[in-house]
T-cell receptor
Framework: EAGVAQSPRYKIIEKRQSVAFWCNPI?????LYWYQQILGQGPKLLIQ????????DSQLPKDRFSAERLKGVDSTLKIQPAKLEDSAVYLC?????????????FGPGTRLTVL | AQKITQTQPGMFVQEKEAVTLDCTYD???????LFWYKQPSSGEMIFLIY??????QNATEGRYSLNFQKARKSANLVISASQLGDSAMYFC?????????????FGKGTTLSVSS
């Protein structure tokens, strides 16, 4: 079974530029998450989708970040304009359902450097 | 308030030794799940083990076991017979079932270094 796919793996941009990340979850997984992991910290949720609806985006900086999951499969996370503090690894994860035991499986991440 | 606390920034162990990575958590929910993930230098988060708040027995997965002490709100990861490939960052995470979403709350992680 294929895992969670993400692209690109690495991205370097100048501040105030825009950038987009793509995620393809495990086939059949209804729930998709985007996390931001700043160096030396644990991942922090940005947004959670259930199929193509948003479940939780309370920690998404909506003035510059946006995300969509059209057709309930692939997802795109965009930053516009980027700031220096957005330098981080952006992790996409997916899971099959609800409940305490629902395990999230992560992709390889996109490492973003903002200069 | 920090929900997941990992107090060991770094741990060092020799091959074939056992090691315990500490994790304490804070929640007022009765139903929750606890997870451990491994993050090698490549960056991918690898799921290791899960413990439910109602599980009476400690979870085990191969060389990994979870020492779950509910009254103390601790969920320590025990790795038996360490291998060089175990060198990585380890994260403890929690899901509170009664929250709107089901996202994980992560600790800051512990770096494990295994030497020969």
């Amino acid at each position: 079974e294929a895992g969670v796919a993400q692209s690109p793996r690495y991205k370097i941009i100048e501040k105030r530029q825009s950038v987009a990340f793509w995620c393809n979850p495990i086939s059949g997984h209804a729930t998709l998450y985007w996390y931001q992991q700043i160096l030396g910290q644990g991942p922090k949720l940005l947004i959670q989708f259930q199929n193509n609806g948003v479940v939780d985006d309370s920690q998404l900086p909506k003035d510059r970040f946006s995300a969509e999951r059209l057709k309930g499969v692939d997802s795109t996370l965009k930053i516009q304009p980027a700031k220096l503090e957005d330098s981080a690894v952006y992790l996409c994860a997916s899971s099959s359902g609800q409940g305490a035991a629902d395990t999230q499986y992560f992709g390889p991440g996109t490492r973003l450097t903002v200069l | 308030a920090q929900k997941i606390t990992q107090t060991q920034p770094g741990m060092f162990v020799q091959e074939k030794e056992a090691v315990t990575l500490d994790c304490t958590y804070d929640t007022s929910d009765q139903s929750y799940g606890l997870f451990w993930y491994k993050q090698p230098s490549s960056g991918e988060m690898i799921f290791l083990i899960y413990q439910g708040s109602y599980d009476e027995q400690n979870a085990t997965e191969g060389r990994y076991s979870l020492n779950f002490q509910k009254a103390r709100k601790s969920a320590n990861l025990v790795i038996s017979a360490s291998q060089l490939g175990d060198s990585a960052m380890y994260f403890c995470a929690m899901r509170e079932v009664n929250q709107a979403g089901t996202a994980l709350i992560f600790g800051k992680g512990t770096t494990l270094s295994v030497s020969s």
